[in-house]
């Protein structure tokens, strides 16, 4: 099975900030990653498909890079409803297919 | 609007049974393969099976092979996951997910991805 690996863990920041978040795969995976968004108590959200394509409804702030083993998620200007927990996930060897553990955003 | 909900979670004793509902509504139900996805209370996100439109194709985390069943009902709209010897260690919310795919020129593929998500619903097994 393909391993994820997510860093940072977690992170603080201030509204305004450009937001990194780096994903890595244990094999070479193309393109085939998504980024999920997942608020307190609430269902994970579709943010970037295809390591870099924006789902409908995604504000352009939110970005995604990458191919390989090697993905970026990136928030150029973070706003106060971008506090959430982020997930990759890849979708090139199912089943099964594997998340990155998270990564939390929240408040400096 | 696509919507799916979840119900039928609850509280159970380990080794026992509970069959968990996901209804779908706003899209053609039938076209789309289906997942069910689960998160332990604090942490991630753990892919449970999935089912393709016409069930022809199913699959099963290796946590859950040989207690979880899926299946769906396009006549009703309807997915399921059908649990039985129940654990501690599926305790979780379970969500219903849709695959939505998309195609790969440069390899001639498809790849795939959770486009929608329902809200979710708890399974505590505790005695």
């Known amino acids: 099975d393909i391993q994820m690996t997510q860093s940072p863990s977690s992170l603080s920041a201030s509204v305004g900030d450009r937001v990194t978040i780096t994903c890595r795969a244990s094999q070479s995976i193309s393109s085939y990653l998504n980024w999920y968004q997942q608020k307190p108590g609430k269902a994970p959200k579709l943010l970037i498909y295809a390591a870099s394509s924006l789902q409908s409804g995604v504000p352009s702030r939110f970005s995604g890079s990458g191919s390989g083993t090697d993905f970026t998620l990136t928030i150029s200007s973070l706003q106060p409803e971008d506090f959430a927990t982020y997930y990759c996930?890849?979708?090139?060897?199912?089943?099964?297919?594997?998340f990155g553990p998270g990564t939390k955003v929240d408040i400096k | 609007e696509v919507q799916l909900v979840e119900s039928g979670g609850g509280l159970v004793k380990p080794g026992g049974s509970l069959r968990l509902s996901c209804a779908a509504s706003g899209f053609t139900f039938s076209s789309y393969s289906m997942n069910w996805v689960r998160q332990a209370p604090g942490k991630g996100l753990e892919w449970v099976s999935s089912i393709s439109s016409s069930s022809s194709y199913i699959y099963y985390a290796d946590s859950v092979k040989g207690r979880f069943t899926i299946s769906r009902d396009n006549a009703k709209n309807s997915l399921y996951l059908q649990m039985n010897s129940l654990r501690a260690e599926d305790t979780a919310v379970y969500y219903c997910a849709r695959d939505r795919a998309d195609y790969d020129y440069v390899w001639g593929s498809y790849r795939y991805q959770f486009d929608y998500w329902g809200q979710g619903t708890l399974v505590t097994v505790s005695s």
């Open positions: 996930q890849q979708s090139y060897s199912t089943p099964p297919s594997t």
